[in-house]
Each structure stands twice: as C-alpha cells, then as structure tokens.
C-alpha cells in the first residue's frame, strides 16, 4: 500500500488529502514499509512534521508491518490475497470467506463472562497492552517481563511460553 495514497488507515482516507497546507512539499511514492525502521518502529521524521496531530495519533495506534519487503495489492475475501471466481461467489453467498472470520463468530457467540469475549478479542486483535507494546507506544522504558524477567514480555510470552503458564 502506498502511505501518502491508499486509504490503509481506515476511515481517514489518502494521507496526501490530509497534509497541512503549509506544508506541502513534493510528497514521495513510498509504501507503508518504506515509513519503518529497521527495529520495526516509526520513522515519524519522514512524515510527523507534515500532517495534523489527529492523523499522527491514528499512525501511533496502528503497529508497523512487519515484512519490510514489498507491499502488494491483494483481494482480501481470497485464502492467500489472491482473487478468484470462487471466493467472490462465496462471499456473495455468504459463505464464510476465511479463517478470520470463522474465529470471530466463534468469540462473538462466545457464551460467558462478556469481559473474557472482551479479553478473547484484545488477544485475536493484537491489542493487549503488554510490556512490548508499552514499551512500543513510548510508556516504558523497560519492556521486560515483570514476572520471569524475560527480556520480552510479548503476548506470546505471556500466553504460551511463561513458565508459569508452561506449567498449567
């Protein structure tokens, strides 16, 4: 996707609309990977300075793609991005098209305490505030696990690989 023209973040549309207007200088046809760093962080230099502080905060709460290799137009209702006559009529009979959607019914018809649906959600979003997530969003400076002492306390290593949770 290319960062100053796709709509990749949602509802905002093409970044290049939003730019302020005193600062429009000749905008690059970089992809959204091009804006990332090689620790998998912002580049915020390359674009901070050029849009409005609404647009910059939405760019803080989407995480960096984490292939830095190529971005690619895909079809996102086919099995690996790619389109076919099959996965249209699928979805035009409306067939669950993939394995996202297959888990997402099962943790919307999830019948229990409505903050595990919640927390079941956080965790198949990626969004639970972990230490490396803190640490990412600038609000710690110690990304360590504070159980174990991990050097990473990730959401894998909080759900799989602790050795409490190894223990259960």
């Given at each position: 996707m290319r960062f100053w023209w796709d709509n990749w973040l949602g509802s905002v549309g093409a970044l290049y609309d939003r730019v302020l207007a005193d600062r429009t200088p000749a905008i690059p046809d970089a992809?959204?990977?091009?804006?990332v760093d090689e620790y998998g962080q912002w580049c915020w230099h390359r674009f901070d300075q050029?849009?409005?502080l609404e647009i910059i905060l939405r760019i803080a709460g989407?995480?960096?793609p984490?292939?830095?290799?190529?971005?690619?137009?895909?079809w996102l209702l086919g099995s690996n991005q790619e389109f076919s006559v099959r996965s249209a009529f699928d979805v035009r009979q409306g067939v669950p098209y993939s394995p996202v959607e297959l888990v997402w019914k099962v943790i919307a018809g999830f019948k229990g305490l409505p903050r595990v649906q919640t927390f079941l959600w956080l965790i198949f979003h990626d969004r639970v505030l972990t230490n490396v997530e803190r640490?990412?969003?600038r609000l710690t400076q110690d990304c360590s696990c504070t159980?174990?002492?991990?050097?990473e306390g990730d959401l894998d290593h909080i759900l799989r690989r602790r050795p409490l949770t190894l223990s259960l």
């Open positions: 992809v959204v990977a091009d804006m050029l849009l409005p989407v995480k960096p984490l292939g830095l290799s190529y971005d690619r137009i895909g640490g990412r969003r159980i174990c002492g991990v050097i």
